[in-house]
């Protein structure tokens, strides 16, 4: 795989684009219920499957001010970073990803 291309493609380092690559060839690899029916044999295919289906956060902070400006939340207005946050906190490893270059995919 063209690592530059990915890289180009999606506005991110090399280390980032290897991070991508490798989580979604775990995920596939692990029939991981976020990859049903995805075929990855491209570069285009790796691309297309970010753009369309993830969002990154460089910090868990962002991610969590993320979640609570997308809304949806119950209560008073002051307990939605909190919701938010056990939010992300619950979806590690299931839909949240923590990269090794430290930054944060989510499928959305």
């Not at 219920?33 to 990154?56: M, P, V």
Request: aromatic share 12%; glycine share 6%.
């Amino acid at each position: 795989m063209n690592m530059d291309k990915i890289a180009n493609c999606l506005s991110m380092t090399k280390e980032q684009a290897k991070d991508v690559f490798e989580l979604f060839n775990r995920l596939v690899n692990e029939n991981h219920k976020l990859s049903k029916g995805i075929q990855l044999q491209t570069e285009d295919d790796y691309i297309g499957w970010w753009e369309n289906n993830w969002y990154r956060s460089i910090s868990f902070g962002e991610l969590v001010k993320s979640e609570v400006e997308q809304g949806g939340w119950e209560g008073l207005e002051d307990t939605w970073e909190q919701q938010a946050e056990n939010f992300c906190t619950s979806e590690l490893n299931n839909t949240i990803f923590l990269l090794p270059c430290g930054m944060y995919a989510q499928y959305v």
